[in-house]
């Protein structure tokens, strides 16, 4: 029997263990997606707690505390940070098979140097020590925690009317510059024409581009102010949060009829959200690929299905699930649609329901062109970020493309612990091709399999994007 956790967790042959050893474990970290605060990283945070770094909106974990018959109150209610604390200890050992036991307890290794395993009789010697490192090591600020995973770069979530202001001053930051803090261009808001903040939302956009919104042609140009600004910030990603990646046409006199309902608070039927968003998407699409900006699409998610909850504690909270609409065809049609003019940027396509992966990984195919890799499938995301998840996706990628070309792992986190997911990523992608390797799959060719590896890992996303680091 393996020791829980060993210096060769997830490794299960030999070459896994020289893979991981020799050519990913070393390898910088480059995060181009995550929700975490760019002002806490530029003033530093220093946590007091290890509930304020571990449990402050971490939905995942707060799923699992529920599905354990934990109170609200110790989850997002007014329990003091002993007791959400605890709660979270009594969940961990019900947890056998989740991700959430691997991460949670490779972040008390990596970080707090604890080599047990959390429990309910175990909280408070995890909290004890974990506290008073927070407290008491310099080390163990946002910064700190950032550079001790070896993190280059990080690519926030940011709206177009944001000012962007803590990104510019990180960069300005002399005592930051190891740390590169790009923003990433979110652009929901504006496309949620059926959403009754609508109005609201334009109205902002109109004054921070000093654009009058009123028609298509208008907030276009509202877009591409914004799109100026944030480039200028060094921003070249996109992100759009999609229920599906639709495809319904219409003209421009469509849409501006349909932004003048939007912005008088009318009812928007669901034909013309999906030819509003259609059309927009397609606009900002071209303006990514003039600007030489990825597009990230996020889809198949249905969210915020607990009615009740999110009434009191708004999106975001844990009550999303997998939506299993999403029409293979109408996405094929949109990347069609940009490639009859040349203008398909730079794509990475991510699915929440894994029964996409197939789908996905034929649609690359038939618009890939150069750079290598132009049109990626995204690593596993969300509720696929485990063991099974990750595998799954990168057996779908190789089988139906070129996983030598794949730009691998990301957190999507709003946590400045969760880096360690990056080695869980990369000890499951070397236990793959290593098995693949020893099974005689795969030559042992060491200088294609460092490529390979060091790719996945960091080279293939650090030349994909563009970075510079």
Known sequence: MKQFMDKDFLLSTDMAKTLYR???????????????????????????????????????????????????????????????FQKWAETMPKLIGNPLYHWSHLELRRYFGYEGYLNGDTAEEVWNLCNDKLQNDPSMTVRGLIRHYNVKLICTTDDPVDSLEWHEKIAADETCKDIKVLPAWRPDKAMNV????????????????????????????????????????GCSVS??????????PADDAEI??????????????????LKYKTAFMLFVAKEYNRLG????????????????????????TGFDCINNYAPSAQMADFLNALSATNEVPKTIIYSLNPNDNASIGTILGCFQSAPAGRIQQGSAWWFNDHKTGMTDQMISLANLG????????????????????????????????????????????????????????????????????
């Open 402 to 469: 070129c996983l030598g070309n794949f730009i691998g792992m990301l957190t999507d986190s709003r946590s400045f612990l969760s880096y360690t997911r990056h080695e869980y990523f990369r000890r499951i992608m070397c236990d793959l091709i290593g098995g693949w390797v020893e099974n005689g799959e795969y030559p042992a060719d060491m200088k294609s399999l460092e490529e390979i590896v060091k790719g996945i890992s960091y080279n293939n996303a650090i030349r994909y994007f563009g970075f510079e680091i």
């Open 239 to 248: 992100d759009h949060a999609l229920e599906y990646v639709m495809y319904v």
């Open 256 to 273: 501006d009829a349909i932004i003048a309902k939007g912005l008088k608070g009318e009812a928007i039927t669901k034909e013309e959200e």
């Open 194 to 233: 059926e959403k009754p903040t609508y109005a609201e939302y334009i109205a902002a956009l109109s004054k921070v581009s000093q654009t009058s919104i009123t028609d298509f042609a208008s907030l276009k140009e509202a877009l591409k102010i914004r799109m100026a600004y944030f480039a200028e910030r």
């Open 22 to 84: 020799d050519y990913a474990e070393t390898m910088p970290i480059v995060d181009y997606h995550c929700h975490i605060n760019p002002q806490e990283i530029y003033e530093d945070r220093k946590f007091d707690t290890i509930t304020q770094v571990w449990l402050g909106g971490d939905h995942y974990k707060w799923r699992q505390m529920r599905s354990n018959g934990v109170d609200e109150k110790y989850i997002t209610g007014d329990a003091s940070d002993r007791e959400k």
């Open 293 to 316: 900006w990825v597009m990230q699409l996020h889809y198949g998610c249905k969210r915020d299905n607990n009615a009740m909850m999110f009434e009191k504690l708004g999106p975001d």
